[in-house]
Structures are given as structure tokens and as C-alpha cells.
T-cell receptor, first 110, second 116 residues
Framework: SQQGEEDPQALSIQEGENATMNCSYK?????LQWYRQNSGRGLVHLIL?????REKHSGRLRVTLDTSKKSSSLLITASRAADTASYFC??????????FGKGNQVVVIP | DAGVIQSPRHEVTEMGQEVTLRCKPI?????LFWYRQTMMRGLELLIY????????DSGMPEDRFSAKMPNASFSTLKIQPSEPRDSAVYFC??????????????FGPGTRLTVL
């Protein structure tokens, strides 16, 4: 499978703490994207990092990409209860399709 | 824009019945994707259209599944006959589909299908 795989798959943290999750993939990519899914909802795009980028920020989100290790990490700083959701990495191999990982459940305890 | 619209939001049917799921992509988007999400298998791509043409249907599980996109603003996913193992949440997503661009996908709210 060429799907991204997130690690850890479940994370429980206190509000205000940082949450870090990782994603690995198997072959060269065009870009990597992170999505969030709240319970009972569709996925929402959070951030995209291109294959020639190493780090990207968006608000409280920080994404890194290491193409030599074929891995990415998503950091959520100063977490809030509203950040409770599942987070998915998705890899774009350049064919306009995304391969999604199985998701990473994050619970932020108020 | 209202985003990607899916209907119905919930569908409960009995085994053997025909089920039709509907999707209206974001206006101006050229690519449309149908996904199925289950706890066991995660998010699976079923079929992908570009400019209303099916490009890859290798994810469609069986001949019982079919999808159409008669125009740029409407797509259907049909299951006939339905089986209990088809129970899942079905998502439709669209993207601009522009060649050479980095295309994020916009997801609809999903249809939760239960086949009894």
C-alpha cells in the first residue's frame, strides 16, 4: 500500500499541551497534506507541504517533511478542547489522487 | 459557496434494496472523488472523475457498485443490490483538478449508510 500511516494512532493530552503526530509513506510524493475530521463530519483540509519544502506553519499548526526518511510530522501547539478530532495525512503522488492514512485520534482534555 | 453537498445524510435500508447516494461538487471544480470510510478499513477511494469522465474505478469493490457523473454539478453512487457489509459512511469530495496545481480536496458531510 502507498497510503500514509500515522503514528501514534491515539493521543490524549491536557489542554494547553502540544500534540505531535507522525506520518510515514513509501514512495516519492508530489506533496503531503493533513486533514482533520470531527466526529460525524467530513474531512477538512488543514495544511499542505510540497515535496521541496521542509517546514510550514499555519496558525498553531507546524508541519515538517523529511523526504529522505519519507516522513512528516504535524504539531499542534497550545491545544484546545476544540482540537479534539481525528487527523489524517494524505499523500499526493502527482496523479491528482490522495492516499489517506488510517487517522490519528487526538483527545484534548479541558 | 455552500461547499460539497451530499444527500441523503442518513440512509437505512434492507439487504437487497437499491441505494443511490448523491453529490453536488463545488462549482468550478473539475475533479470529484467518492470515498468509503469504515472503522476496519479506514478511508478508501472508490472512484475518481475528472471533467465528468471516470478516470480510476479500481477501488469500486464489486459490480454491485456503480457511479455516474452526467454533468459537472452532479454525481451519483449506486449500490444494487445492497448488502450489510456495505454499511459505512460514504464521502464525496471535489477539487479544482487543475493540472500542475497542488489540489486540496473539499469533502462533503457524508452519507451514513446502514444496510440491515
Amino acid at each position: 500500500s502507498q497510503q500514509g500511516e500515522e503514528d501514534p494512532q491515539a493521543l490524549s493530552i491536557q489542554e494547553g499541551e502540544n500534540a505531535t503526530m507522525n506520518c510515514s509513506y513509501k514512495t516519492s510524493i508530489n506533496n503531503l497534506q493533513w486533514y482533520r475530521q470531527n466526529s460525524g463530519r467530513g474531512l477538512v483540509h488543514l495544511i499542505l507541504i510540497r515535496s521541496n519544502e521542509r517546514e510550514k506553519h499555519s496558525g498553531r499548526l507546524r508541519v515538517t517533511l523529511d523526504t529522505s526518511k519519507k516522513s512528516s510530522s504535524l504539531l499542534i501547539t497550545a491545544s484546545r478542547a476544540a482540537d479534539t478530532a481525528s487527523y489524517f495525512c494524505a499523500t499526493d503522488y502527482g496523479n491528482n489522487r490522495l492516499a489517506f492514512g488510517k487517522g490519528n485520534q487526538v483527545v484534548v482534555i479541558p | 459557496d455552500a461547499g460539497v453537498i451530499q444527500s441523503p445524510r442518513h440512509e437505512v435500508t434492507e439487504m437487497g434494496q437499491e441505494v443511490t447516494l448523491r453529490c453536488k461538487p463545488i462549482s468550478g471544480h473539475n475533479s470529484l472523488f467518492w470515498y468509503r470510510q469504515t472503522m476496519m478499513r479506514g478511508l478508501e477511494l472508490l472512484i475518481y472523475f475528472n471533467n465528468n469522465v471516470p478516470i480510476d474505478d479500481s477501488g469500486m469493490p464489486e459490480d454491485r457498485f456503480s457511479a455516474k457523473m452526467p454533468n459537472a454539478s452532479f454525481s451519483t453512487l449506486k449500490i444494487q443490490p445492497s448488502e450489510p457489509r456495505d454499511s459505512a459512511v460514504y464521502f464525496c469530495a471535489s477539487s479544482s483538478g487543475l493540472a500542475g496545481k497542488y489540489n486540496e480536496q473539499f469533502f462533503g458531510p457524508g452519507t451514513r449508510l446502514t444496510v440491515l
